[in-house]
């Protein structure tokens, strides 16, 4: 079956670190994405990562260890906007259909 | 601005009843997927066209039809309407079909059935 799990909320403060885990069991992957999306908004993509390791963009990295099933997406230099649901999606390329399976998202709130 | 667009933004009807939910992907996108996502849930895949073709199916009820038509554009029909189909839709569109292919998301039509 299809199984994408993070965490529901984490709270940081502003200026540190934080790291939303995600773990995924799919029967195929081409690729993993992260999102944000802030309340009642469209989500927007962060991160694409496909092979294993870190990909870096300015203050968001994304992490991926295919052989344990396993993304995290880091959070650096944190800012009260960062404040927002954070989406992880693989993209399944097993079974009849090639499809992208969202998991519920991380709220995180920032505090000041 | 994703360069999707949704329309109508806001629908409020009753139980019942049927509506359409359009969308106008990215200008070259070939691909558009639509989503539900209701209240404490996560995005659920509905269903992708490709070029005008059903592409890849999820939890869509038979309740609901899409279609994709030579323009690219699509829409998403929603009949006998049901309390718990009161949910954000979105519409998504990406440049293919698998591969490091972001999807661009419209800003949703927000459906409420009274």
């Known amino acids: 079956g299809q199984n994408i799990d993070q965490p529901t909320e984490m709270t940081a403060t502003e200026g540190a670190i934080v790291q939303i885990n995600c773990t995924y069991q799919?029967?195929?992957?081409?690729?993993l994405f992260w999102y944000q999306q802030h309340a009642g908004e469209a989500p927007t993509f962060l991160s694409y990562?496909?092979?294993?390791g870190l990909e870096e963009k300015g203050r968001f990295s994304s992490f991926l260890s295919r052989s344990k099933g396993y993304s995290y997406l880091l959070l650096k230099e944190l800012q009260m906007k960062d404040s927002a649901s954070y989406l992880c999606?693989?993209?399944?390329?097993?079974?009849?259909?090639?499809?992208?399976?969202f998991g519920k998202g991380t709220r995180l709130h920032i505090l000041p | 601005d994703s360069g999707v667009t949704q329309t109508p933004k806001h629908l409020i009807t009753a139980t019942g009843q049927r509506v359409t939910l359009r969308c106008s992907p990215r200008?070259?996108?070939?691909?558009v997927y639509w989503y539900q996502q209701s209240l404490d849930q996560g995005l659920q895949f509905l269903i992708q066209?490709?070029?005008?073709?059903?592409?890849a199916k999820g939890n869509i009820l038979e309740r609901f039809s899409a279609q994709q038509f030579p323009d690219l554009h699509s829409e998403l029909n929603l009949s006998s309407l049901e309390l718990g189909d009161s949910a954000l839709y979105f519409c998504?569109?990406?440049?293919?079909?698998?591969?490091?292919?972001?999807?661009?998301f419209g800003d949703g039509t927000r459906l409420s059935i009274l």
């Open positions: 200008s070259g996108d070939l691909s």
């Open positions: 999606a693989v993209r399944d390329t097993g079974g009849r259909d090639d499809k992208i399976i």
């Open positions: 066209y490709y070029n005008g073709e059903e592409r």
């Open positions: 990562n496909v092979l294993d």
């Open positions: 998504a569109s990406s440049g293919g079909t698998g591969g490091v292919q972001p999807q661009h």
């Open positions: 799919t029967s195929g992957f081409n690729g």
